[in-house]
């Protein structure tokens, strides 16, 4: 058996540029050495969440109101106000490689012709400031590997504050064993952490607490790819109206979709990945399931910590099999109460438009594209 001690010793003998980019991106030494000890002592690491499972009822999903009702027409002006006030702000995870396209950076992939993933956020922003007065911060989330081009592609217009980049951690992949893992040019391997990374990096980053400070109310968390998550006046209104702290956007669920889903944990609703949830539980009996669209209160957001679980996942480099650990953004709902929308996922309404690989992209176009005119990203 490896002397867990060791860990030291391979971190001492790493690359110097390594070295400087763990320190750059946040690399938790303590932490890591915490997982490696783990596996060097063949102590497994149990994903699964503990407590009594059972499938959420139908009153525990909320839709909103009809449209042209009077409850419709109040959430939507509340949420006018809010946009009008410069009060809701624009996140977007954009740390993705896009490996099934290619290996480029997803964020400048063409999503409709002649508007990359990035255009059509920025054309979000325009479209929000030209019917609402103000222009809503846009924050990117970007990873050590698309950090860079990120900011070469906005340019100036990432001026700090109303366009922000802010980077996610890093850590190193581990063998089965325990040991610093080495790819086949004899070089360790790095990997981001996670997209539960967001709210700390967030924090570390100011924008949200400077955001709250000077009135800021509503932060909306979308994945840069899900050109229907964006920000909607009745759903802004609608989670100010109820008051909690975070609200999570949900879909009808289909056989194919594999992911979070809203699971009761004894007393709480909390958005659960399925691999999360024990063999004694089907998540099929689950049949909404969630697209990663979350709405914070920005006060919680900018002073809000846990003690955040970061889960094992075994994957390959080549033919070699690796161990990392992540931790997911949804892991909040644990946490903080929140309340589940149930939202459209087909026709220019559909707030769900994942997109993984470039057939999906393809056949995703001119449904993307008939969204994108709908909201104004596309004039």
Known sequence: MLDPASIDD???RLPEQMKAKLERFNFDRERFRGFAARLVAGLSFDNHVRGTLRAPAAQD????PPPGSA???RAEARGRAALEAGEVALAVLAGG???????????????????????LRLNEVRANQEKYGKAPPLWLMASSATEAPLKAALGARADGERVAVFTQFVSLRLTPQGQIFHDEQGQPSDHATG?????EALQMSGLVQKFAERGGRVVMLSNLDNLGGTLDPAIIGWHLEHGKAVTSEVVDKLDSDRGGIPVWVDDR???????RIPPTFDPASVRVFNTNVFWFDARVLATFGMPWTFFQVNKKVGSEPVVQFERLVN???SYLTTRYLRVPRSGTESRFLPVKDGEELAL????????????????
């Not at 490689?97 to 255009?119: C, I, N, S, W």
């Not at 609703?269 to 691999?275: D, G, P, Q, S």
């Not at 995703?364 to 004039?379: F, T, W």
């Open 71 to 73: 409850e419709r027409e």
């Open 10 to 12: 391979e971190l001492a």
């Open 331 to 333: 892991e909040v709902t």
């Open 195 to 199: 997209h539960g990374d967001f709210v």
């Open 97 to 119: 490689m896009a490996t099934r396209m290619g290996g480029v950076v997803k964020a400048l992939v063409e999503a409709v012709p002649g508007h990359t993933f990035l255009d």
């Open 269 to 275: 609703l909390c958005a659960l990945e399925e691999f």
């Open 364 to 379: 995703r176009r001119a449904e993307n594209e008939a969204v994108a005119r709908a909201r104004g990203m596309i004039r």
């Open 61 to 64: 999903l909320n839709e909103l």
